[in-house]
C-alpha cells in the first residue's frame, strides 16, 4: 500500500509559476499540482479535456466564445478538449490537474513544461 499524497507538502517544495509538478499516476494520467501567477497564454489542448481544481487562492479561464469561468478553492472546472483557453491567476493560486500521461501543458511539445515527477 502506499502513502497519502500530502498536497501541501508536494506545493511546498518548489516555487515556479505555470510548471507542473506530477505527485500520482491514475489510469494512464498524471495527477499534478502547479502554482500560477498571472497570465498564461491562449492555448488549446487538440486530444484531451484540461482539468482544473483550484486547492488555494482564484484562478480565471479565459475561454475564445468570450466567456470568463472563475474559480475559487474547492472549485474545479473541466475544458473541452479543443476548446482555446487561457488560466489566470490575481495574486497565487495553487490547482491539482489531471491530464494524460505525456499531455503538454500548454499544448504544444515544443513549448511545454518539462514533465517533473516529485
Known sequence: MTLPVDLAAKLSTFDEAWQPRTVSLFNGHDVMVAKLRGDYHWHVHPDSDDFFLVLQGSLEIDLED??????????????P???????????????????PTGTP??????????????
Not at 468570450?66 to 475544458?79: F, I, K, R
Not at 478538449?81 to 495574486?91: D, Y
Open 66 to 79: 468570450g466567456a470568463t469561468v472563475a474559480l475559487a478553492p474547492g472549485q474545479l472546472y473541466v475544458v
Open 81 to 99: 478538449k479543443g476548446v482555446r483557453h487561457r488560466p489566470r491567476a490575481n495574486g497565487e493560486a495553487h490547482i491539482l490537474l489531471i491530464e
Open 105 to 118: 501543458n500548454s499544448g504544444d511539445p515544443l513549448t511545454a513544461a518539462p514533465r517533473r515527477v516529485i
